[in-house]
């Protein structure tokens, strides 16, 4: 059919021209909306600035074809052929492009907002500065594709095909990239915040001064990944694979990276304040040096050779143990587990139940802290149920005060004065933030009538290099079976006991591995 006739046709009302060979035709800025062009071959025709909304395209061979600025919204182009065709500039808003084979098609600053790309094959395509926004990839094939400052935001990209791809500057907040397929991609500077990685394979990626603020790559593959000058702060890494990545100069602060392999990783001047030292792989971690400030400005940086690097990570999870002279009923153990929850809502040092194992003569109270600079602070709020918790509490601080006047009398070393200057300063910390702490906020009125917080008490920190330090023992810990009877006539009050301190070595190198 000629080109005049298809268009006398379409003016007199005709829609339906499935199968047409139009190949070559020049029908740039014309009308055809809501034609069926369906198995119609356009090859190498022109249809520039075309009206094209709603047409039904579906296997039409569009290859070499001319679409730049034409309105393709809410066509149907499932299954269409669009190889080396050029849609720069079209609005494809909506469209429906399921399955559309489109390598080395030219989509520069086109509009391709809600569209349905599901398992388009997009080989080397140009989407340079595209709209994308909310569209559906999942399964596509982007792989060496340029999608270089491309708005992305929210789109679906499950299982998609991105090796190689050229993706830097482009904003993928919110994006959906799960088993995604990225390696060799180059990220760089782009926009991931939000984003959804799980899985997600990204070996040997650039990820360069990347934002990948609160995005999750749990179970996610970055070995040989660049993410120097990354930001990666409140991201979920746990169990991700960082072997050989460059962590150099990273934001990871509040990063939860529990399980995850960093073996031979590069973080020599990453941000790692309130991050866990525990739980991870570091054989081999190349850190010089470390920034622990908590707005990861430099103000407390920490310089490590490789045997204090290896010493800063570690695979134990400090504790908190609270043994107690009774048998837990269920009374004590609601009233306990309530007033943990009150202080879980303002300390996420909290978050995680207690471990209770309960015998017929004690009771074991186990907490798992996040890291060894929480300890103190925790301990201080976990022994608040207690009746001698006020006496637990005041002994902390005196450890914490007779390190800071004794601790100097004992060393000799240049190098050991200034580890003393570093546990001072967090000492100074630890006071302060106890300092703000409100026992009263947190405790019922219960909890003074229930024999079991009156009960003897023991308790001991352990820090992630697995050193424990029993900073309390009440004078009649595990002695009310010993004594016959003689228990049930004590006073129901406990009598303040003098603090037995541990050497002051022993307390100093506690503190050290724990701070240092």
Known sequence: MEVEEFLNKYSQG??????????????????????NLSEANLSISNLSGANLSKVNFYQAK???????????????????????????????????LFQAAMIRTELIRAELSSANLTEANLTGADLGEARLRLANLRGANLSEANLRGTSLTGANLQQANLHGAELSRADLSGTDLRGAELRQANLGMANLTG??????????????????????????????????GADLSN????????????????????????????????????????VSRFGIKSEGINCEWVDLSP????????????EEASKFFHQTS??????????????????????????????????????????????????????????????????????NGKNIQENLILILRLIQKQAGDYLLLESERIELEKI??????????????????YL????????????????????????????????????????????????????????VLPPLNLIFDFLRNSYL
């Open 14 to 35: 005709v829609r339906d021209f499935t199968g047409i060979n139009l190949t070559e035709a020049n029908l740039s800025g014309i009308n055809l909306s809501g034609a």
């Open 62 to 96: 569009l290859n070499v074809a001319r679409l730049s600025g034409a309105n393709l919204s809410q066509a149907n182009l499932s299954g269409a052929i669009l190889n080396v065709a050029n849609l720069a500039r079209a609005d494809l808003r909506e469209a429906d």
């Open 195 to 228: 984003a959804d990685l799980r899985g997600a394979n990204l070996r040997w990626a650039d990820l360069s001064g990347v934002n990948l603020r609160w995005a999750n790559l749990s179970e996610a593959k970055l070995s040989g990944a660049n993410l120097s």
């Open 235 to 274: 991201a979920n890494l746990m169990n991700t694979s960082l072997v050989h990545t460059d962590l150099s100069q990273a934001n990871l602060i509040q990063v939860d990276w529990i399980g995850a392999d960093l073996t031979g990783a590069n973080l020599t001047g990453a941000k790692l304040y309130a």
């Open 295 to 306: 707005e990861g400005d430099r103000s407390q940086i920490y310089r490590l050779n490789a």
């Open 318 to 387: 400090p504790t908190i143990r609270i043994t107690v002279d009774a048998s837990l009923d269920q009374e004590a153990n609601f009233n306990l587990a309530a007033t943990y929850y009150q202080i879980a809502k303002e300390y996420s040092s909290f978050a995680r139940p207690a471990n209770i194992e309960v015998g017929e003569r004690k009771t074991t109270i186990i907490l798992r802290i996040d890291s060894d600079e929480q300890l103190f602070v925790s301990a201080y709020l976990a022994v608040c149920p207690f009746e």
């Open 424 to 441: 001072n300063n967090h000492i100074n910390q630890t006071i302060e933030s106890i300092n703000k702490i409100n026992p009263r906020n």
């Open 444 to 499: 019922s009125k219960n909890l003074s009538q229930i024999e079991f917080f009156k009960a003897p008490t023991q308790i001991t920190l352990t820090n992630s290099s697995e050193q424990a330090l029993n900073i309390y023992q009440d004078l009649n810990f595990g002695k009310r079976f010993v004594m016959n009877n003689v228990w049930e006539t004590l006073p129901d009050k406990i009598p303040d006991t003098k603090l």
